[in-house]
């Protein structure tokens, strides 16, 4: 009689550890599912926090006026001026004449690489590099001569981030 009880019960044992095995599954599947799931619920949040910075800045740059007053002063293709590659510019573009460098805080309103820019009294000039951190409000003209950016100085004029 135990035999047979024996023999009756192994199926049932071995049914139920089936569907145990077959529940272990399903819910590892389903766990997975959710890692996978929250996974690209942080990349999309991660996205969404960088459109939402680039929105920032920019509804900053279309309320910030196209025309202001700056301190414009020169520069030219030196080391001690520039980084150690002197020839190249912050957008990774050569150095040439008829370009500015602006300070940071006017590339984050818009005054970004490739930008024209009229500064009165001495034509238009085209955004190509960066200042130092240091510097606000302010532009550099790209000049070739060392003797003829220092002459230039340091002048308040005014400037416009013009849309062509």
Not at 49 to 57: I, M, N, P, Q, S
Not at 92 to 97: A, I, L, W
Not at 149 to 163: E, I, P, S, Y
Request: charged share 25%; hydrophobic share 45%; glycine share 4%.
């Amino acid at each position: 009689m135990k035999k047979l009880i024996n023999y009756a019960i192994t199926p049932v044992i071995c049914a139920f550890i089936v569907i145990l095995a077959v529940v272990v599954v399903v819910k590892q599947q389903k766990i997975d599912d959710l890692s996978h799931q929250l996974e690209l619920a942080h990349k999309t949040a991660e996205a969404r926090k960088g459109l939402v910075e680039e929105a920032r800045l920019l509804q900053k740059a279309m309320n910030m006026p196209p025309v202001r007053t700056v301190t414009v002063t020169a520069y030219n293709p030196t080391t001690d001026q520039c980084d150690s590659d002197p020839l190249i510019a912050a957008s990774m573009r050569k150095v040439r004449s008829g370009t500015i460098a602006v300070s940071r805080d006017l590339f984050d309103q818009g005054w970004v690489f490739g930008r024209k820019v009229r500064i009165e009294g001495y034509g238009i000039f085209e955004i190509n590099d960066l200042m130092n951190k240091r510097f606000t409000q302010r532009i550099d003209i790209f000049m070739w001569d060392e003797t003829q950016a220092k002459q230039f100085g340091a002048k308040n004029v005014r400037a416009a981030l013009l849309d062509i």
